[in-house]
T-cell receptor
Framework: GAVVSQHPSWVICKSGTSVKIECRSL??????MFWYRQFPKQSLMLMAT?????????EQGVEKDKFLINHASLTLSTLTVTSAHPEDSSFYIC????????????FGPGTRLTVT | GEDVEQSLFLSVREGDSSVINCTYT??????LYWYKQEPGAGLQLLTY?????DMKQDQRLTVLLNKKDKHLSLRIADTQTGDSAIYFC??????????FGTGTRLKVLA
């Protein structure tokens, strides 16, 4: 149980285009999902908390107009990188909170975005 | 702010024990977690410990928690080559967000 998927696993896009990444909880409902960014050989940086049916909460320094998050259902959150630039190239990982007493988060396999 | 600190690298021989250390920041964290990340993959939850516990054992994994020193460790017994990965500790903030450690790259030598 507690499986989270992401799609696509990798994507290459041109500068100026937009890319949508999907995060799905496959066997549980997730009212809260999280989006992280990871640079090579570094730790995970929380970008935003995605709440089903309401607006995402962004961390300080993360542009909400650039990284659009939609959590339209209890099993799906999407992250859209708008007007992508090469500096947006990174590994994006989502996680879902199964709302257990121990607040475990279950992570997707990640999406590698390369902007050319 | 303070970082959740981990040593960057650890190298052990196959069959030996590995001990990965973590110094966290928030003494009020209720749970602390250990995750494993293999190259190009997401994070896999290995184990977690509640803050009122000193130790938790789960098969080859032993977690020790020293709340006074805000120190957490993960011991992997009989380390195998498949254990080679990056290990992250994480604490949970008051707003239920994770704060990850800097990560320890474990290399297991055959």
């Amino acid at each position: 149980g507690a499986v989270v998927s992401q799609h696509p696993s990798w994507v290459i896009c041109k500068s100026g285009t937009s890319v949508k990444i999907e995060c799905r909880s496959l066997d549980f409902q997730a009212t809260t999902m999280f989006w992280y960014r990871q640079f090579p050989k570094q730790s995970l940086m929380l970008m935003a908390t995605s709440n089903e049916g309401s607006k995402a909460t962004y961390e300080q320094g993360v542009e909400k107009d650039k990284f659009l998050i939609n959590h339209a259902s209890l099993t799906l959150s999407t992250l859209t990188v708008t007007s992508a630039h090469p500096e947006d190239s990174s590994f994006y990982i989502c996680s879902a909170d199964q709302k257990t007493d121990s607040y475990e988060q279950y992570f997707g396999p990640g999406t590698r975005l390369t902007v050319t | 702010g303070e970082d959740v600190e981990q040593s960057l690298f650890l190298s052990v021989r196959e069959g030996d024990s590995s001990v990965i250390n973590c110094t966290y920041t928030d003494s009020s964290s209720t749970y602390l977690y250990w995750y494993k990340q293999e190259p190009g993959a997401g994070l896999q939850l290995l184990t977690y410990i509640f803050s009122n516990m000193d130790m938790k054992q789960d098969q080859r994994l032993t977690v020790l928690l020293n709340k006074k020193d805000k120190h957490l460790s993960l011991r992997i017994a009989d380390t195998q080559t498949g254990d080679s990965a990056i290990y992250f500790c994480a604490e949970i903030s008051g707003t239920y967000k994770y704060i990850f450690g800097t990560g320890t790259r474990l290399k297991v030598l055959a």
